[in-house]
């Protein structure tokens, strides 16, 4: 058996590109972070990542949140610089 194989899968192009950008910043290459994932799965036996369907509350703060987000909502660095922007 081969040492390593080549797997083709089929991913959309600003997903590879944002993840590859994230990845390159931890200084992981995509190969690795698939062969890290694959690794997870063996160990945990299954998808190693918390699948669950969210309630109403949290459905609506994560829609509130891309709504911000999308809006041009600024980041910041520190709790005490959002709330000083949140009172003004």
């Given amino acids: 058996m081969p040492k390593t194989l080549t797997l083709h899968t089929r991913i959309e192009p600003d997903i590879k590109e944002k993840a590859d950008a994230i990845l390159t910043e931890l200084g992981i290459s995509t190969t690795e972070a698939i062969n890290m994932f694959l690794r997870q ?23 509130e949140t891309e709504e911000l987000l999308a809006s041009g909502v600024s980041r910041f660095s520190s709790r005490e610089e959002m709330f000083a922007e949140l009172e003004k």
């Fill in 41 to 63: 799965v063996i160990r945990y036996r299954g998808i190693p990542l918390d699948l669950r369907i969210p309630n109403a509350e949290t459905m609506a703060a994560m829609d």
